[in-house]
């Protein structure tokens, strides 16, 4: 797929260039991981955390287009790609000291209101600092107009990894002829099914009458073309991805998620990184080391490291650190170091590195599950929300099902349950009564535990809850004094979580913190109701869709 | 005990915005003890789901000066409250795509004009300079008032909710109110999912489902519940300052202090609170055209989230505050039509009146539930009941 570096574009106005199929965040990574963007708010430096086109951390501006998500955009020769939110340039950027003169952050709730006479100078300069991207100009909308997309199918199945693809083989044996939905960029074909790659499943209301298997799903193919599909069934099929981490200095360029590592090693190339320290013990810490082992210094790990891992690691050299607490990565515009603390003797060390990959909790993509008014259940193995589902993958509603990891599914199972819920897709029976299965490796963790120790580290206050939105720890703590209580409301005092990646990267943490600072069970926290799109989706793509009033649903 | 006393003098049902003020007036004046009741969780309803847009202008005398004595605590609020809620006055903008939506606007302009706002009427090139990007010929003028704005909802729900119980409100969240009980043709008491209140007075503030409860408590009522949606989208610099409002579709947007642009489109919907506060297709096809139509330029722009509310409306598009004839006790404060949070403050003050049995400068014939008892029964009137 990665040929020859041959497509010239500009970067900041100085020529780069990317290899045909190589996105412009992998172009921009050559020798390390880069400074790309300052967060909303305080400005600080923020590099690419996800890998996977939702956080914050590498939106750059391509040819007046803002927000551009520079993990999920292919350049084209002649292209501009210029940098947002800081000045001169996200290296140095003045507005960084906002976030030195404050480190405690401002109070926007409370602050700012006197004078009253100067209130209006103080809205024009919070206003001024607000947003990331100057607004498109109208060039850059008629650059992206396209023809919507239509299809009306038996079935949808949204994912096109393992899990999605043994399904659609599974139901192209019975005759069955799915549209497959993938988020990749190039996503792997399935014979006998149409696939439509590049594009994100943003809304998926349950059918406008209750029981009546009749689904509209909006989506959007990069980089704006409007998707809608009308099915019978729909299996959802998205997988996991890799959760954040509270500790100071957790979105700084360097720290990236085992989903952002894996998708910037490329087999001909080596990564953008020489002496990572991998957080976590088990199969995604594997799964990294496999893949980039050799750029690999160490090991942390919140709890024990399984056996295998610490095979792979001892085969390189590489340091363990098992029962670690996290509590610093430092470095002002790349990591430089990490500091840990041992959970047993209380040990700091401190390790060179400069990279820090998170793989220490894969919590389930079920987001397109809120939306249909699915019965959700708390895993607390993972420390998050997942479908119940019955052995066929049927969920609550009729003709939606899961498959794969976001029903609890181990990979060594997937052909076996594709099987099945392929037949409950024939049938066209209504849902079995559903019973959570228990989700593969749902091994008791101590995730509770070991956030209990990070909130008595001093000066925690200080970290960064939600990066999208510049929210702190602090902020959180505040809420909670005051007596907001529960995830919703805290949610609307202190912002955490209306960002752009829709809660993904701050919702796992701030539901375990908030059981602590409340002192009751995750699952009484409650969960943020997860609105749709559950990726943004331009109003391009919408708008290119014709509108049908009467036949849809409406999201709970 | 759910409740910390066993009887109040007054139970206001409903912690949104008008809930809470009307709460507030009352502490204030010694109206106490008072109990807020409410469903949900604090800004569960509206109050927390609207779009941030205050105005003043208005087609009637009497609701312009509600506006605009609500305008006036607003611009207090971050002193009197202790909470900034951003209130920015860069503006309402009504537009109109023809000559007869501009006379009906110039109408409304001459109202508000005379009553001492300085609103102004808007060519297609004024209307150009106050939205940059506009589609050429998209609107032939409009009116505008800078002294309109926009503000952060959130904190003016936490602030006055502060506010009162630091004055000894009780709160009660995640009750729902079922009904009154009657004793001699008089309101005695408060039934709720967490049992019975007794209390003379019970101000229904209840938004959206503020037509159930009078009707739970034996009283026809023409007030109904429409789901409204409304979309936010990805933050960016500021570009807009005005609220823009549309006359022919009620397409109308703002840019938030945190640079989303925020904003939603009339739709016809199914009346009552079922399905619940959610979110269509339609609404997102039919929003992402209009603004598009309008302001080409936002087409790239991410939405980043959608949700919806419900309206309270009432058949002439009028607020409903005061003591119903026909059960001594029920006080309204209901049947906002979308528009609770603009004019709150200064309806609450006199809602906490009626509570008290105090006579309010309200005209009877626009506000008095009264009016809806008539012989002849008030017609639907269409008005420019947006933003």
Redesign the interface.
């Known amino acids: 797929m990665v040929g020859e570096p041959d497509r010239q574009f500009s970067f900041r106005g100085r020529p780069r260039a990317a290899r045909d199929g190589e996105t412009l965040l992998s172009a921009l990574s050559t020798d390390r991981i880069p400074l790309l963007h300052r967060s909303i708010q305080y400005h600080r430096p923020q590099g690419p955390l996800c890998g996977i086109g939702h956080c914050t951390g590498c939106l750059v501006r391509v040819n007046d287009r803002p927000n551009v998500r520079a993990c999920r955009y292919e350049p084209a020769s002649g292209d501009s790609v210029t940098t947002e939110n800081a000045w001169p340039s996200p290296t140095w950027d003045l507005l960084g000291a906002i976030g030195l003169l404050m480190p405690g952050g401002v109070d926007t709730l409370h602050g700012l209101r006197r004078p009253a006479f100067a209130t209006s100078l103080y809205q024009r300069f919070v206003r001024r600092l607000a947003g990331t991207g100057e607004p498109p100009t109208e060039a850059a909308f008629r650059a992206l107009s396209a023809p919507s997309v239509e299809r009306s199918s038996e079935v949808v199945v949204i994912g096109a990894g393992e899990a999605g693809r043994a399904v659609v083989t599974a139901l192209v044996t019975r005759g069955i002829r799915p549209v497959i939905l993938e988020r990749d960029l190039h996503p792997l074909t399935v014979p006998g099914a149409e696939l439509l790659g590049a594009t994100s499943a943003v809304f998926l209301p349950p059918p406008a009458e209750a029981g009546e298997r009749r689904f509209t799903l909006l989506a959007f193919r990069e980089p704006a073309q409007g998707v809608r599909v009308d099915a019978g069934s729909v299996v959802v099929a998205t997988g996991g991805y890799d959760a954040s981490l509270l500790f100071a200095g957790n979105d700084r360029p360097g720290v990236i998620t085992a989903d952002a590592a894996l998708s910037l090693t490329a087999p001909s190339r080596s990564p953008p990184f020489r002496r990572a320290v991998v957080v976590g013990g088990s199969r995604r810490a594997a799964e990294v080391l496999g893949a980039c082992g050799d750029s690999v210094e160490a090991v942390v790990a919140p709890g024990e490291i399984r056996p295998d891992v610490v095979r792979a690691a001892s085969d390189r050299g590489i340091l363990l650190y098992p029962r670690s607490l996290l509590l610093r990565a430092d470095g002002r515009k790349q990591v430089r170091s990490v500091q840990l603390r041992d959970r047993n003797g209380g040990t700091k060390t401190r390790i060179m590195c400069d990279a820090v990959i998170l793989a220490h909790r894969r919590v389930p993509h079920a987001q397109l599950f809120f939306q249909t008014g699915a019965k959700m259940a708390w895993r607390a193995g993972v420390g998050a929300y997942a479908p119940t589902v019955g052995p066929d993958g049927a969920t609550s509603i009729a003709g939606l099902f899961a498959a794969g990891s976001v029903a609890g599914v181990g990979p060594s199972e997937f052909a076996v349950h594709a099987e099945l819920i392929a037949d409950a897709v024939a049938r066209g029976s209504s849902p079995s009564q559903p019973a959570t299965s228990p989700l593969a490796e749902e091994a008791p963790t101590e995730l509770i535990g070991y956030y209990r120790e990070l909130l008595r580290v001093p000066g925690h206050g200080r970290w960064v809850a939600c990066p999208c939105v510049d929210v702190l720890v602090s902020e959180v703590e505040r809420a909670v004094r005051s007596d907001y209580r529960g995830i919703e409301v805290v949610k609307r005092y202190s912002g955490l979580g209306s960002g752009i990646c829709q809660g993904r990267y701050c919702l796992p943490d701030a539901l375990l913190l908030l059981s602590i600072l409340e002192g009751r069970p995750p699952a009484e926290v409650g969960y943020i109701t997860q609105r749709p799109p559950v990726v943004p989706i331009p109003l391009a793509a919408l708008a290119s869709l014709p509108i049908r009033p009467a036949a849809e649903g409406v999201s709970p | 005990m759910t409740f910390a006393r066993d009887s109040y003098r007054t139970v206001v049902v409903g912690a949104g915005i008008v809930g809470l003020f009307t709460a507030y007036h009352l502490a204030r004046a010694g109206g106490g003890p008072v109990l807020v009741v409410d469903r949900g969780?604090?800004?569960?309803g509206a109050s927390?789901r609207n779009g941030g847009g205050v105005r003043q202008q208005w087609e009637t005398r009497g609701t312009v000066r509600l506006a605009r004595e609500s305008v006036q605590a607003y611009r207090r609020f971050?002193?009197e409250f202790?909470?900034?809620i951003?209130f920015?006055q860069t503006g309402y903008l009504f537009l109109a795509e023809n000559e007869g939506e501009l006379a009906r606007l110039r109408a409304v302009h001459s109202l508000v004009a005379s009553e001492g706002l300085p609103s102004k009427v808007l060519d297609a090139d004024g209307v150009a300079r106050l939205v940059d990007?506009i589609a050429p010929g998209a609107a032939v003028g409009g009116t505008y008032l800078e002294s309109d704005g926009t503000l952060y909802p959130?904190?003016a729900v936490?602030g006055v909710y502060?506010a009162i119980r630091s004055l000894g409100v009780d709160v009660a969240l995640g009750v729902e109110a079922l009904g009154v009980e009657v004793r001699d043709g008089k309101v005695a008491g408060l039934h709720t999912s967490k049992g019975t209140v007794a209390t003379p007075t019970v101000v229904n503030a209840a938004g959206g489902w503020s037509g159930d409860l009078s009707r739970r408590s034996g009283l026809e009522v023409p007030n109904v519940a429409t789901?409204h949606e409304i979309l936010a989208?990805?933050?960016?610099?500021?570009?807009l300052d005005p609220m823009v409002v549309r006359v022919s579709d009620g397409l109308y947007f703002s840019q938030?202090?945190?640079?989303?642009v925020i904003g939603g489109l009339a739709?016809?919907h199914r009346p009552g609170t079922s399905?619940?506060a959610?979110?269509?297709?339609?609404f997102?096809?039919?929003?992402?055209?209009a603004?598009?139509?309008l302001l080409?330029?936002?087409?790239?722009?991410?939405?980043?989230?959608?949700?919806s509310g419900f309206y309270d409306d009432t058949p002439d598009g009028f607020p409903v505050i005061g003591e119903d004839p026909r059960l001594p006790g029920f006080i309204h404060g209901n049947g906002f039509g979308g528009h609770g949070f603009m004019l709150a403050p200064a309806t609450a003050r006199r809602i906490a009146l009626a509570a008290l049995g105090q006579p309010t400068d309200l005209d009877p014939a626009q506000f008095s539930p009264k009016r809806f008892l008539a012989p002849s029964p008030v017609a639907p009137v269409e008005r420019l009941q947006l933003g």
């Open positions: 969780f604090l800004s569960s927390g971050g002193l202790g909470f900034n951003w920015r990007g959130f904190p936490w502060e789901r989208t990805e933050a960016l610099k500021p570009f938030s202090m945190r640079g989303e739709l016809p399905p619940g959610g979110s269509s297709p339609a997102l096809t039919a929003m992402a055209r603004l598009v139509g080409p330029r936002l087409g790239p722009v991410g939405v980043l989230r959608a949700w």
